[in-house]
């Protein structure tokens, strides 16, 4: 029996060839150098922090070479799909603005190389596969779990590479005939590709982010269509790359290692490989100090859905991010003012191949630095649709008042230099809540931090000074002079260096006065200006906080 003759027995219905493919798939009509990306998730669940890295470098590679960016969905792992995981990461993708050209979109498909979705592709595996069967490059396979492990076994015993190749190949052995005959007998089968290799020789190969090296050249027999009929992973990336005519196939380093198999499979069906970059794993310290790769089970910052519940902007995780592709990228966007990143050209020679470490209080910097941008009635309308969706507590704030919560978020904002007092808006309702009356009273009474080192009576005396003498009516300069003159004519001196040169003949400074006022007022250490906290609170209401703790002492 022909290779030819077992590959109409396997595939009795595939008439079409690898030429229709080609047809059907033509080159595609770009520019000179544009690029076509991918990013081909498999539906097992939420979007990775990882996964979000290498997509933003597919969006961004394709977006500046005018290419194309295409998502596939790679759904061929039955037992680990998670119904409804493909069309999340698709929203999820978008809320980070990384938007595919064509592809998956979640309840539809856009482009003329799809289908996008490795499960619909049945037909065009199987055309491919027929073709190396035909060519004797791939055969059925009948072994059972039980003679895979005795060959593990054995291959054990030995000290030898374990896997399925050369003479432990089992199958590779049998005729055509005996397969034929097993086959009619309804055994089941995977296929296997038959590699030509031998991992004692090493083959060369380049990667954009790591340059060229030297791997051992694949003789694995893999498996490239399960007993389920849907392919692997190795050979349909093959198959939909080529087909779908990546240029550039950027993925996690983990892929490293089979890379010598894409190579044979794309050598041994005539294709030109595209070209590979393998990121870095994003990487965070255990507690004895060892890098190791950012954990689904352990870290909350590996799923991208934590900065969108937590209230990050989506654009803060994006910027860094792109530190991390690209290390000249925070400078280059701090002196674009944190605008729009587009014009960024970011290029592969400078990703580093090392594991870079997940740094929050960076992603907190761009966060803070993105939303000290915002006019009030910008930064409300974010903080609202945010709390429709996430956040109870701090849509109740607004709604209790939008005009107040506006003027809040307004303190020492629309200004040349505005504070960044916020980062996110996940905790922004505790770091308000002092200026609601309810709350405030509900807090106060089990926080309020005075300095030890005052008396009660002391502190009563700042207050009722402050209450009786502070006019709120003046600008900022002209009140904070009027309080250092009140807090001098109380035995307080009126800066520093005067106390520390005879601090026994003050109560204390002027920093002193102005933090009881401070912590009496909100029950803090630290807030926004104070000045402009007690402009927002108002006057009667700062009166009925400053005589309350008065009261209170
Ligand atoms: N489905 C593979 C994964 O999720 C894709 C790898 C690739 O980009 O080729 O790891």
């Given at each position: 029996?022909?290779?030819?003759?077992?590959?109409?027995?396997?595939?009795?219905?595939?008439?079409?060839?690898?030429?229709?493919?080609?047809?059907?798939?033509?080159?595609?009509?770009?520019?000179?150098?544009?690029?076509?990306?991918?990013?081909?998730?498999?539906?097992?669940?939420?979007?990775?922090?990882?996964?979000?890295?290498?997509?933003?470098?597919?969006?961004?590679?394709?977006?500046?070479?005018?290419?194309?960016?295409?998502?596939?969905?790679?759904?061929?792992?039955?037992?680990?799909?998670?119904?409804?995981?493909?069309?999340?990461?698709?929203?999820?993708?978008?809320?980070?603005?990384?938007?595919?050209?064509?592809?998956?979109?979640?309840?539809?498909?856009?482009?003329?190389?799809?289908?996008?979705?490795?499960?619909?592709?049945?037909?065009?595996?199987?055309?491919?596969?027929?073709?190396?069967?035909?060519?004797?490059?791939?055969?059925?396979?009948?072994?059972?779990?039980?003679?895979?492990?005795?060959?593990?076994?054995?291959?054990?015993?030995?000290?030898?590479?374990?896997?399925?190749?050369?003479?432990?190949?089992?199958?590779?052995?049998?005729?055509?005939?005996?397969?034929?005959?097993?086959?009619?007998?309804?055994?089941?089968?995977?296929?296997?590709?038959?590699?030509?290799?031998?991992?004692?020789?090493?083959?060369?190969?380049?990667?954009?982010?790591?340059?060229?090296?030297?791997?051992?050249?694949?003789?694995?027999?893999?498996?490239?269509?399960?007993?389920?009929?849907?392919?692997?992973?190795?050979?349909?990336?093959?198959?939909?790359?080529?087909?779908?005519?990546?240029?550039?196939?950027?993925?996690?380093?983990?892929?490293?290692?089979?890379?010598?198999?894409?190579?044979?499979?794309?050598?041994?069906?005539?294709?030109?490989?595209?070209?590979?970059?393998?990121?870095?794993?994003?990487?965070?310290?255990?507690?004895?100090?060892?890098?190791?790769?950012?954990?689904?089970?352990?870290?909350?910052?590996?799923?991208?859905?934590?900065?969108?519940?937590?209230?990050?902007?989506?654009?803060?995780?994006?910027?860094?991010?792109?530190?991390?592709?690209?290390?000249?990228?925070?400078?280059?966007?701090?002196?674009?003012?944190?605008?729009?990143?587009?014009?960024?050209?970011?290029?592969?020679?400078?990703?580093?191949?090392?594991?870079?470490?997940?740094?929050?209080?960076?992603?907190?910097?761009?966060?803070?630095?993105?939303?000290?941008?915002?006019?009030?009635?910008?930064?409300?309308?974010?903080?609202?649709?945010?709390?429709?969706?996430?956040?109870?507590?701090?849509?109740?704030?607004?709604?209790?008042?939008?005009?107040?919560?506006?003027?809040?978020?307004?303190?020492?904002?629309?200004?040349?230099?505005?504070?960044?007092?916020?980062?996110?808006?996940?905790?922004?309702?505790?770091?308000?809540?002092?200026?609601?009356?309810?709350?405030?009273?509900?807090?106060?009474?089990?926080?309020?931090?005075?300095?030890?080192?005052?008396?009660?009576?002391d502190i009563k005396l700042v207050l009722s000074n402050m209450k009786d003498k502070l006019s709120l009516d003046q600008d900022e300069q002209s009140w904070f002079a009027n309080m250092k003159d009140v807090a001098v004519s109380l035995g307080f001196a009126a800066n520093n260096k005067e106390y520390k040169a005879a601090p026994e003949s003050f109560k204390g400074t002027v920093g002193d006065v102005a933090e009881i006022l401070r912590i009496t007022l909100t029950g803090r250490k630290n807030t926004p200006n104070l000045y402009y906290v007690m402009k927002v609170l108002g006057k009667e209401e700062v009166d009925f906080r400053i005589s309350y703790i008065i009261s209170s002492l």
């Open positions: 029996m022909t290779d030819i003759e077992l590959a109409n027995l396997i595939f009795p219905n595939i008439t079409k060839t690898i030429d229709d493919l080609e047809k059907r798939y033509p080159p595609r009509n770009l520019p000179e150098g544009a690029e076509v990306t991918r990013f081909a998730p498999s539906p097992t669940g939420f979007l990775h922090t990882g996964s979000l890295f290498t997509s933003m470098i597919c969006h961004k590679v394709a977006k500046q070479s005018k290419g194309v960016f295409y998502v596939r969905l790679e759904d061929t792992d039955t037992k680990r799909e998670i119904q409804g995981s493909g069309k999340q990461l698709i929203e999820q993708l978008k809320i980070f603005n990384v938007i595919p050209d064509e592809g998956y979109f979640g309840d539809h498909q856009v482009g003329d190389y799809g289908p996008y979705v490795q499960s619909e592709r049945a037909e065009i595996y199987n055309i491919v596969i027929k073709h190396l069967i035909s060519i004797g490059r791939a055969y059925p396979c009948f072994c059972k779990a039980e003679d895979l492990d005795f060959i593990r076994s054995k291959q054990e015993q030995a000290k030898l590479i374990p896997g399925y190749y050369g003479q432990f190949a089992k199958c590779r052995f049998l005729t055509n005939e005996e397969r034929a005959e097993r086959i009619k007998a309804g055994e089941p089968y995977v296929i296997r590709f038959k590699s030509s290799g031998n991992h004692v020789r090493k083959i060369r190969v380049k990667d954009l982010v790591r340059g060229e090296f030297e791997i051992a050249q694949n003789d694995q027999d893999i498996v490239i269509c399960k007993s389920d009929g849907l392919p692997t992973y190795h050979f349909a990336h093959a198959c939909d790359d080529h087909f779908m005519r990546t240029t550039t196939v950027i993925r996690g380093e983990e892929w490293i290692a089979s890379l010598p198999i894409h190579i044979e499979l794309f050598e041994t069906l005539g294709w030109k490989a595209p070209n590979y970059a393998h990121l870095p794993v994003i990487c965070k310290l255990d507690e004895e100090g060892h890098k190791r790769k950012l954990s689904k089970r352990l870290d909350s910052e590996a799923a991208v859905s934590y900065f969108i519940e937590d209230g990050y902007l989506p654009k803060a995780l994006i910027m860094y991010l792109m530190t991390i592709a690209n290390s000249n990228f925070e400078e280059w966007i701090l002196n674009n003012k944190f605008e729009n990143m587009d014009d960024f050209v970011l290029t592969f020679a400078k990703i580093s191949s090392e594991g870079a470490l997940f740094d929050m209080g960076k992603v907190n910097f761009f966060s803070r630095e993105l939303l000290a941008k915002f006019n009030k009635d910008e930064i409300t309308a974010l903080a609202k649709a945010y709390a429709e969706k996430y956040n109870p507590k701090l849509l109740d704030l607004i709604n209790k008042d939008e005009n107040y919560f506006k003027e809040i978020l307004n303190i020492e904002r629309e200004k040349e230099n505005p504070r960044k007092d916020y980062e996110k808006f996940g905790n922004l309702a505790d770091a308000i809540e002092f200026f609601y009356h309810d709350s405030y009273m509900d807090k106060i009474n089990e926080r309020c931090p005075f300095n030890e080192k005052f008396t009660a009576d």
